[in-house]
């Protein structure tokens, strides 16, 4: 699998840098022209694990090559106050200058926040990167204080380029994933999005879910960062599935 991402969805672009991209290129005549990126499907933490269990180098350049990518990307979308809100697409150029809101005009959402997701995994399968914490701290916790303050509650499901709230809705699956991210780096913050998230659990007999019973990403974002370490549950004690021993019963 990891041999197929290299080969058909990861580009050399003219610059030098290798960039991950969302859909394989056509073909040669692909080098000189603008691609769309999707900056959540970034995951330096995976790429170093590839490049061990491969021995293909270019796995290491990748992740070297993604945070040169995402620190131009942060100079791209610096907004009102120095709030950096990651887009959802971005247009990566000849160049190698990024161009925002090439979808739909800058949107801040539904992609956008699982970038925080992979970035807090480079941290901790990584045994730590400066890098990455540095993006969650100077980053991230500003754009969540900004929307918040914006929307006198809870983080909007989509923001603009200086985190100004677009929507007046939240999600629990963003904030339970802005939670795990900040866990350690911004304890606070965590807190307060952990806060954000719990308020959506809900019960229905034997079933519990976030906000809706039906909503399949929302849950499956929530529950899985919900999973690590202890949190506010509304319920009685929380079972930790990722904790159970091989040899422990099942519950």
């Not at 270019?58 to 993604?66: E, I, V």
Request: hydrophobic fraction near 35%; include cysteine; charge should be negative.
């Amino acid at each position: 699998v990891a041999d197929g991402i290299m080969t058909k969805a990861v580009h050399l672009h003219p610059n030098g840098e290798l960039v991950l991209l969302p859909w394989p290129l056509a073909g040669g005549r692909d080098q000189e022209r603008e691609i769309l990126l999707n900056p959540s499907y970034f995951s330096p933490g995976h790429y170093r694990i590839f490049e061990v269990e491969t021995g293909n180098r270019r796995w290491g350049k990748l992740a070297q090559d993604t945070y040169r990518q995402l620190e131009r990307l942060c100079e791209a979308t610096l907004g009102e106050g120095g709030v950096v809100a990651s887009p959802d697409w971005v247009l990566l150029q000849t160049d190698g200058g990024l161009c925002t809101g090439p979808v739909g005009g800058y949107v801040s959402g539904w992609d956008a926040f699982r970038l925080w997701w992979r970035l807090r995994l480079d941290i901790d399968l990584g045994g730590g990167n400066r890098r990455a914490e540095d993006y969650i701290t100077r980053r991230l916790v500003p754009f969540l204080e900004k929307s918040m303050q914006e929307s006198g509650g809870d983080v909007a499901s989509e923001s603009d380029k200086s985190g100004m709230p677009r929507v007046k809705y939240s999600n629990a699956g963003m904030a339970a994933v802005y939670r795990w991210a900040a866990r350690d780096l911004a304890p606070s913050m965590s807190r307060t999005m952990e806060r954000q998230a719990v308020r959506r659990l809900q019960r229905d007999g034997e079933y519990m879910f976030f906000q809706d019973r039906d909503a399949y990403s929302t849950n499956s974002w929530a529950w899985f960062a919900m999973l690590e370490g202890d949190f506010l549950f509304p319920f009685g004690k929380f079972y930790n599935l990722g904790g159970r021993r091989s040899d422990q019963p099942e519950e």
